[in-house]
């Protein structure tokens, strides 16, 4: 039988006002154990949404427990996402889709057609969450972009992938309405090899339109539990995905029932 949090719905509006920015600074401090110096503090959350910027919460009755932050960037027709995220207790919930379906909406009624936002191309969960159940793509790969990271970052360079959305793009339409089924990866080469969890090498010479490559179940842990073992990882996957992208592959889509693994397209067949 479910709790009654898990009864209450899930609503997300817009927040403006002083006190409810400091409820988003709580947020970030338990979501990602963020240090002080690394938290978007109230004052700049104030200025950036008077700016143009969004800042919504997702609330489970009168308590908030997610929120997604976007700023403006030099293109009028771009929103830069640079935070999205849910109480550890309360994920799996759809609460992330939700704040991020009232995001598209809210760009769109204001002329935005494209997000983007950066992701740890390590976590699983969120690359889940970005490339099969939203349709962002990627075809950046940035290293350390944030320099050293405190919280559930510490240990690893802070490498990134840059995703891009595109709102009214029918593949994203279509996975935002649940039209559209996992890929089929069966038979397609791995650009990686890697056994349980760990990599053992980078395939730079695969010739193929499409093909896979292979991230750990839950990068978190290893981070963890073995510092080396994640720095490995690190190093393996900014080879193996630095060198596709820059020879013309899109990070298409997500697969994950056979473990882990990004599908990677071509980017002349990328539309397709």
């Given at each position: 039988?479910?709790?009654?949090?898990?009864?209450?719905?899930?609503?997300v509006?817009e927040?403006?006002?002083?006190?409810a920015?400091?409820?988003?600074?709580?947020?970030?401090?338990?979501?990602?154990?963020?240090?002080?110096?690394?938290?978007?503090?109230?004052?700049?959350?104030?200025?950036?949404?008077?700016?143009?910027?969004?800042?919504?919460?997702?609330?489970?009755?009168?308590?908030?427990?997610?929120?997604?932050?976007?700023?403006?960037?030099?293109?009028?027709?771009?929103?830069?996402?640079?935070?999205?995220?849910?109480?550890p207790?309360?994920?799996?919930r759809?609460?992330?889709?939700?704040?991020?379906?009232?995001?598209?909406?809210?760009?769109?009624?204001?002329?935005i057609?494209?997000?983007?936002?950066?992701?740890?191309?390590?976590?699983?969960?969120?690359?889940?969450f970005?490339?099969?159940?939203?349709?962002?793509?990627?075809?950046?790969?940035?290293?350390?972009?944030?320099?050293?990271?405190?919280g559930?970052?510490?240990?690893?360079?802070?490498?990134?992938?840059?995703v891009?959305?595109?709102?009214?793009?029918?593949?994203?339409?279509?996975?935002?309405?649940?039209?559209?089924?996992?890929?089929?990866?069966a038979?397609?080469?791995?650009?990686?090899?890697?056994?349980?969890?760990?990599?053992l090498?980078?395939?730079?010479?695969?010739?193929?339109?499409?093909?896979l490559?292979?991230?750990?179940?839950?990068?978190?842990?290893?981070?963890?539990?073995d510092?080396?073992?994640?720095?490995?990882?690190?190093?393996?996957?900014?080879?193996?995905?630095?060198?596709?992208?820059?020879?013309?592959f899109?990070?298409?889509?997500?697969?994950?029932?056979?473990?882990?693994?990004?599908?990677?397209?071509?980017?002349?067949?990328?539309?397709?």
């Open positions: 039988m479910g709790s009654a949090r898990d009864l209450l719905p899930v609503t509006r927040l403006r006002s002083p006190e920015f400091l409820e988003v600074v709580a947020l970030e401090r338990a979501i990602w154990g963020m240090p002080d110096i690394e938290v978007v503090p109230k004052d700049l959350l104030v200025a950036l949404v008077h700016e143009g910027g969004l800042v919504a919460g997702a609330f489970l009755g009168e308590r908030i427990v997610g929120f997604v932050l976007g700023f403006p960037t030099a293109d009028p027709t771009v929103q830069h996402s640079h935070m999205m995220g849910v109480l207790d309360c994920r799996d759809g609460i992330g889709f939700a704040l991020k379906r009232f995001q598209r909406a809210w760009c769109l009624a204001r002329g057609g494209r997000v983007v936002w950066t992701f740890d191309p390590l976590r699983a969960r969120n690359a889940n970005n490339l099969r159940k939203l349709g962002a793509r990627s075809r950046t790969y940035l290293p350390d972009f944030y320099g050293p990271m405190g559930i970052n510490r240990g690893v360079p802070s490498d990134r992938l840059l891009e959305w595109v709102l009214d793009a029918p593949e994203v339409v279509a996975r935002l309405e649940g039209r559209r089924a996992e890929p089929d990866a038979g397609l080469p791995f650009a990686n090899r890697v056994e349980g969890e760990v990599p090498e980078a395939r730079l010479d695969v010739e193929a339109p499409r093909l490559v292979r991230i750990p179940r839950d990068f978190g842990v290893i981070l963890s539990r510092p080396a073992l994640a720095a490995r990882w690190r190093q393996h996957i900014r080879e193996v995905l630095s060198h596709y992208l820059a020879r013309g899109v990070v298409a889509d997500f697969v994950g029932r056979e473990g882990p693994a990004y599908v990677l397209v071509r980017e002349d067949d990328a539309a397709g």
